[in-house]
């Protein structure tokens, strides 16, 4: 695995989890692999698990971790090229790169999705420019349209939870928000869940479907009680409209999942990728009922960064 920006990075996602899962049994396994390299963690926007879970990872292997949150501790960036920068900006995405490329075997970033320009955030402006300028592999830690790492480990935490001799099904159910939030997750999410063995749908109101690049062919509901039906896995986020891009179109249902939805469901596991808004996005019986695994999914964000760390030291390994 030369970068990890999202599932096209994996060969053979059946085998990432076994390893994953083979990891989680004993995450020390390996506590030297990294010994003499160093992980750089950059922070653009805010984060609890990623950051936290991530740094375990790489100590668990015994990588050097640098943690930058550039947001609030580096200097403020400039992202175009060309700029005559006379105003607020201090230092060129460009060159902080290089200098990060002297300090670090392997390179972190978080970048999330700006909200305001609909083909910065598609072309991925910022993880582009990690891609082009970083010399040492590149991990996405959530960018404009993607969280690959959470969607490896909600792969994981689904395979932890299904023991039946059948496909389970899975949702992806819109949630509401007071402000436009990213498709980042449900993008990802979508992507992760067309190559596992499950029957996905998505469930969102009208005005709300995610872009059809990653959508394809997913069958999508506007109609949340109908798709939460035989449930065995709901996976709740909010986004802003992708068509209206950044905008919350009026919404007339109340999309919050209860208890009585989950009546609804096969008895179905509820998932989030977290942070959540209780009583906004789901219901407070729901996150702390016997159906929520959502912390055992936040708890696998190690493994999962462990996994990835892994396949990149095997490669930076390999060259050496
Ligand atoms: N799920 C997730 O990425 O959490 P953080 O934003 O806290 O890292």
């Known amino acids: 695995m030369k970068n990890f920006t999202s599932v096209y ?33 950059v922070f653009l926007n805010s984060s609890l698990r990623t950051r936290l879970s991530s740094q375990i990872a790489a100590q668990n292997l015994g990588l050097n971790v640098l943690t930058l949150n550039a947001a ?21 995405i460009k060159d902080a790169i290089e200098v990060l490329n002297q300090y670090c075997d392997i390179i972190a970033v978080r970048c999330f999705a700006g909200m305001k320009s609909k083909e910065d955030d598609v072309n991925e402006s ?41 496909k389970p099904k899975v949702v992806l159910t819109w949630a509401p928000h007071i402000k436009p939030i990213a498709q980042a997750v449900g ?4 992507e992760w869940m067309q190559q596992m063995d499950v029957d996905f749908v998505i469930a ?42 950044a905008v919350m179109p009026k919404v007339d249902e ?21 942070p959540v808004r209780r009583n906004l996005e789901l219901s407070d019986e729901v996150m702390d009922g016997e159906n929520s695994i959502i912390y055992q999914q936040a708890k696998n964000r190690i493994f999962s960064a462990q996994a990835v760390f892994s396949e990149i030291l095997d490669e930076i390994n390999s060259k050496n």
């Not at 891609?131 to 994981?156: F, G, M, N, W, Y």
Request: charged share 25%; hydrophobic share 35%; with cysteine.
């Open 9 to 41: 990075d994996i060969d053979n996602l059946q085998e990432i989890i076994a390893k994953t899962l083979k990891i989680k049994e004993n995450p020390l396994e390996n506590p030297t692999k990294g010994n003499g390299k160093t992980i750089g963690l």
């Open 126 to 166: 910022i993880l582009s420019q990690f891609l082009k300028h970083a010399k040492v592999p590149v991990i996405s830690l959530e960018s404009a349209t993607r969280h690959p790492l959470q969607s490896l480990a909600d792969c994981i935490t689904i395979t932890e939870n299904w023991k039946e001799n059948r």
């Open 72 to 92: 609030q501790e580096a200097w403020n960036l400039e992202f175009a090229d060309g700029t005559v920068m006379n105003g607020d900006t201090v230092e060129h």
């Open 187 to 190: 993008n990802s999410f979508t």
């Open 204 to 245: 969102n109101p009208e005005g709300y479907d995610l872009d059809k690049n990653f959508t394809k062919d997913t069958k999508v509901l506007h109609n949340q009680d109908e798709a939460l039906k035989d449930a065995d896995f709901i996976y709740v986020k909010n986004w802003s409209s992708f068509e209206e891009y």
């Open 254 to 274: 109340n999309w919050m999942l209860t208890n009585e939805k989950l009546e609804l469901t096969n008895n179905a596991k509820v998932m989030h990728c977290l």
